[in-house]
DNA sequence: CATATTAGAAACGGTTAAGTATCTTATTTG
DNA sequence: CAAATAAGATACTTAACCGTTTCTAATATG
């Protein structure tokens, strides 16, 4: 018998229950219809506690998204050859994706016209952003630009941009994370022959 | 002096103006955010008369969209000549587009998960029904293939499907109609290069 | 002109969920 | 071990908005 009378939660652990409970909430939701009950009963708690550590509901998923959310990668390939980059480019944006899972990435895409939730939405999904992930892509170039694999002045930025707009594309109209061979054929049969 | 005392609107006139204010409240609001009240309020009339024609929103809202909501065209362009024939294609899906404007469009996105209006969204912004508008391109590149033009056997899905995937991303990332000068981007600078 | 319709107006009831307040009780800390 | 702190539980207030009801008055129709 004597079994634990209670095992009241505190402090980190606690929050840390309620910030999981409200990712997981988002994720099986989305915004709209979680409520503030829903992540406290998930948490195995009630809306006061919450109501303590953030001030409305918007708050309290912009802190789950920041913690859940993977950042996105900040290295840039350099292989010496230009088509081994862009794969390793594009990896590189699909793998936060395949962290966060399908059920995410839908809810996610569900909040792209929320205001209260747009500045917590990773860069991938959001509109706006191509320039500073397209950054990445211009530096691929500009390296195998330097070995004579391509002249870039005569490319056009149509196709500049074209393998992160073909993978935005398939996350926008999928919903799940973006597949290797996916990946492989937008470089191999698109890209990769627009360069003569 | 001696004012038309009133002039209460009755049947089909009032019925168009109430369905002209709700399309007015979707584009300037969207679903979620216009109300039964504001409808009535554009329409110059009161909620009960509204419950008297439809049942609920949705179905205001279906039956305004359905109104207001060009049809996609059917007739598959065959000039004997397949990048006449990519961009006439093109056009043809971008005009309703361009009759509906960028509000509506933005709304429209904004409705993509919502169940309940999702069969009033014009294909072109839905998801699934890649088959249905394939189908012209299909014809197209076939008719070119008896012409000598192309070997479609030896086309990747890819390639056939490109010319509406980037369509279609341009719509999903910009919120707006797709421009000529887009279109015939697509088409020259990369889909026909893409066919050696 | 009499009668049936249907618009106008306004109040009402129900639901959902946000956010607050209060009180009790477990646990930490000095 | 006493006092302070914070969780648990629950009730409450407020707000928006859907959908209904009821009553009055304008207008169409026979």
């Given amino acids: 018998m004597d079994e634990q009378k209670s095992n009241r939660r505190r402090g980190e652990v606690l929050e840390s229950a309620i910030l999981q409970a409200a990712w997981e909430e988002f994720s099986d939701l989305g ?106 892509m211009l530096t691929i170039l500009k390296n195998a630009e330097k070995r004579g694999e391509i002249n870039l002045a005569q490319m056009s930025p149509r196709i500049i941009s074209l393998p992160l707009d073909l993978f935005r594309y398939e996350v926008l109209s999928r919903h799940e994370p973006v597949s290797d061979k996916t990946i492989t054929e937008i470089v191999d049969v698109i890209f990769m022959p627009l360069l003569k």
Same sequence: chains 1, 2.
């Fill in 31 to 136: 915004y709209a219809h979680l409520t503030m009950e829903s992540v406290a009963a998930r948490a195995k708690t009630n809306k006061a506690v919450l109501y303590r550590r953030w001030s409305n509901k918007a708050e309290l998923i912009r802190a789950a998204l920041h913690i859940y959310l993977p950042k996105p990668m900040t290295v840039i390939p350099d292989t010496g050859n230009l088509r081994n980059d862009v794969v390793l480019y594009l990896r590189g944006l699909a793998e936060p994706l395949q962290i966060v899972g399908a059920d995410a990435i839908h809810a996610l895409i569900g909040e792209l016209l929320n205001k209260s939730l747009i500045s917590a939405i990773p860069p991938i999904l959001q509109p706006g952003t191509e320039s500073k992930l397209g950054a990445a």
